[in-house]
């Protein structure tokens, strides 16, 4: 009998350590990795470069409060924006980002209606949740937030929809939670100037698909989009709980002392990890999650595509959703890939989701999609 509130459907076997892209469970077995922990350990486990850090901060200081000064805070947030023109708020999650930004957007705007996309998720929180496109995990809370409207991903008539009466959209350069479905270059594009025409913010959740995942810091710099507001979380410090809101600096205006707040938000030893998580993301290792990643797109494309019941290959970099047809359940190939010592995900939509560490090598993975291929070929 456990203890614990039952919100989560868990394997039964626990995991107890890791080391790079292996992790090892509790009854001595070992798995590759191609979790990252939901697209957290990014730079994969065991990390001797990140431990010292944490471990050196760990001895120094826990905790003081944003009372003070702070030269982590200050560093990481500079090797986020890179010299440009933005301010950042850390927090300690997600869905706190995201709050963050609802409230950033309406008190700079001083509008209050948000857009946000169907099959989007943002989070769990009342705010979050309420931007979120999924009934599912919507139901039986009450009234969430009015004021949000939702309308479909992708598709060039819904941008109509947003005028100059809303705040801000939230949208996802790959919805990751909703079936690992990439935005469109085009789409994306006429969304950020539909945006600007009618003065309302572009807000992009990068919690997923930033740190690194698909081969650049940020997921849309491979569109040349500038969002107003950047959403992060997971990767940022490799495990620890740290999240992140980055504006355009004309929006510091609205968020002054008392405006919001956070009492770990950008605690030291979080800062710390995310220090050196933002040195470890070097342009060698982007490009090389780029290179990699486009040789696995091409690989599952040419071995697992054949295959009757893969329906659709989705995705970029290592974000990569494999969709099967409904007569092979995604837990029971999950269960199947346990077996053979691979671990992955799932998503919307019976989609078998991958996200490998970025360190993840070629032969490793060149192993991981023959493993793949051995469990689906079985059906
Ligand atoms: C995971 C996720 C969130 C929520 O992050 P938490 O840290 O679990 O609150 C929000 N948006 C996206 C796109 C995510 O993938």
Known sequence: MSTLFNTYKRFPFEII????????????KRYLDLTSGIGVCNLGYNVESLNQAVIQQLHRLWHTSNLYHSTLQEQVAAKLVKGKDQLVFFCNSGTEANEAAIKLARKYTGKHKLMAFHQSFHGRTMGALSITGNETIKSGFG???NDVDFIDYNEMSSLSAITSDYAAVFVEIIQGEGGVTLADTEWLIALEKQCQTQGVLLIVDEIQTGMGRTGKLFAHQHYGIQPDIITLAKGLANGLPCGAVIGKQKLGEAFQPGSHGSTFGGNPIAMAAANQVLDCLTPTLLE???????????????ELTALTMVKRV??????????????VPVEEVLGKLHEKGILALSARGNTLRLLPPLIISKEELDKAITQIHQVLSAY
């Not at 890791?18 to 509790?26: I, K, M, P, R, S």
């Not at 989705?314 to 007569?327: D, H, P, R, V």
């Open 17 to 28: 350590s890791g080391e790079g892209v292996y992790l090892t469970d509790n009854h001595g």
């Open 143 to 145: 009234r969430l937030l």
């Open 288 to 302: 090389e999650v780029q290179h990699k990643a486009e040789w696995l797109f091409e690989k599952i494309e040419k």
């Open 314 to 327: 989705s995705g970029k970099g290592f974000m990569l959703g494999i969709q099967l047809a409904n007569n």
